[in-house]
């Protein structure tokens, strides 16, 4: 889509597809917007909404007009990276694919350490693994500016796990063919072979080629699974026949990679034709590509889809309004005038407060065994406690008490010292000790 008007066209051809019988999901290829149009948000649920009236299940991979070339000034001057973030919370936040009939998806934004890619997505129908990519033209968002091109070099890890996570998986669950779904094309006739002393020229490439770490992580995929591996993106270059099908690749060693097909999508009427392809892992080749164009007489739909509309979120509770300052009691009492009952009062800051030093006497002070003082000590990294036993003496007997709550409140704030931790997880007999000792040395001081 690349304006307004190509929205009820495009509707209209998802609706003849999901009209095909025998099919299984459809997957739209990158570039929900077109490059000049603004990157707001009111126009990505618009196009998500086209999206969801398809009846089977439909994937969507995006592509470069979809958050590249958000920076540009007609499409606002959005950044990037930004725009990338806000369709990863939307239009992939759901565990299942789009449509109406979804189809459960693996996202691997489910692995810990890249949460953020959630359009990297797996799914498996019959005996086929399907993968789909955040590999956009042009050039894979390789950036030539000063700096570390930070998005790039994780994003371009994160395909190479996925994709070889998706081999292994492939192998565990017997399957025959792995395809793999993106919207750039990676230029498979351009592979660059390493070489070992070319940091010895002082020339250099002027242009860097994006995608040669993932043509290189096509290449370990294609030696892990021993099975055809389909590899699909649209084509920069139209193609007379509205398709290529060939096996371009080639290894380090400039050997063909025989195992690898790839197919270059480029039809000739977007809104009006659509790539059909059909695996049958029975036959050679297992793959058969076919292009298939909108019934003449199929109408146009009238009506807009509904926009996808989250539920409005639940008001927060009204804060309870206090009385008038008449009702409050003083805070001083005026010499000769009755105390006032504290008791019946409904002050709620009164009330707040009395809870908190309840909760507090409770935390820093609970009877122990054998006339012991126990100080909590959960709070501040540390969850042990410790007894210390009273004198005899009633001064020193004091002391432990202060002694006591000041190490339960030091707790609450800084982690304890290697030494009050060796004390608090000592036996009675040391803890009596080390008391005693501290009382003896706070005695000495005074």
């Not at 007489?297 to 989250?310: G, I, K, N, S, V």
Request: overall charge positive.
């Amino acid at each position: 889509m690349q304006s307004p008007a190509d929205e009820a066209p495009t509707q209209r051809l998802i609706d003849a597809i999901g009209r095909e019988r025998g099919l299984s999901f459809i997957v739209y290829d990158g570039n929900l917007k077109g490059p000049k149009e603004a990157c707001r948000d009111a126009l990505y649920e618009r196009r998500h909404a086209v999206l969801e009236t398809s009846r089977p299940a439909l994937f969507f991979i995006p592509g470069q007009h979809d958050w590249i070339d958000c920076a540009s000034a007609q499409a606002g001057g959005f950044d990037p990276v930004e725009r990338l973030d806000q369709l990863r919370q939307t239009l992939f936040s759901d565990a299942n694919s789009m449509g109406q009939s979804p189809i459960a998806l693996t996202r691997e934004s489910e692995v810990s350490r890249f949460r953020p890619y959630r359009e990297n997505v797996r799914w498996q129908a019959g005996d086929t693994v399907f993968v789909g990519l955040n590999v956009p033209s042009p050039n894979n968002h390789y950036l030539t500016a000063g700096g570390r091109n930070g998005e790039f070099e994780d994003r371009v890890i994160a395909n190479a796990f996925w994709l070889e996570h998706a081999g292994e998986f492939a192998k565990r669950r017997d399957a025959r063919a792995i395809v793999v779904f993106i919207q750039g094309d990676p230029d498979p006739e351009r592979y660059e072979r390493p070489e070992r002393f070319a940091w010895l020229r002082f020339g250099h490439n002027p242009r860097r080629d994006g995608f040669l770490e993932f043509k290189r992580s096509l290449v370990k995929l294609a030696q892990i699974f021993p099975g055809p591996v389909l590899v699909i993106h649209t084509d920069d270059e139209r193609a007379s026949a509205g398709f290529v099908i060939d096996q371009p690749l080639r290894n380090d060693k400039g050997n063909l990679v025989t195992n690898l097909t790839r197919v270059a999508l480029a039809p000739h009427d977007r809104l009006n034709q659509w790539i059909q392809i059909e695996a049958d892992l029975g036959r050679k080749p297992p793959f058969r590509v076919t292009v298939r164009d909108v019934p003449r007489q199929m109408p146009m739909p009238t009506a807009q889809p509904p926009l996808l509309r989250d539920e409005p979120a639940a008001s927060m509770p009204a804060v309870p309004s206090l009385g008038p300052a008449s009702d409050l009691p003083p805070l001083i009492q005026t010499p000769g005038q009755p105390q006032p009952d504290f008791q019946h009062s409904t002050s709620a800051a009164h009330s707040s407060r009395s809870g908190r030093r309840r909760i507090r006497t409770r935390y820093v002070g609970s009877a122990c065994t054998n006339g012991a003082v126990r100080a909590a000590t959960h709070a501040g990294g540390y969850g042990g406690a410790g007894c210390f036993r009273h004198s005899r003496h009633p001064r020193h007997s004091r002391r432990a008490r202060k002694l006591s709550a000041a190490w339960a409140l030091t707790c609450r704030l800084r982690r304890l010292p290697r030494r009050l931790r060796r004390e608090l997880r000592g036996r009675r007999r040391h803890a009596r000790v080390h008391a005693g000792f501290r009382l003896r040395s706070q005695d000495a001081r005074l």
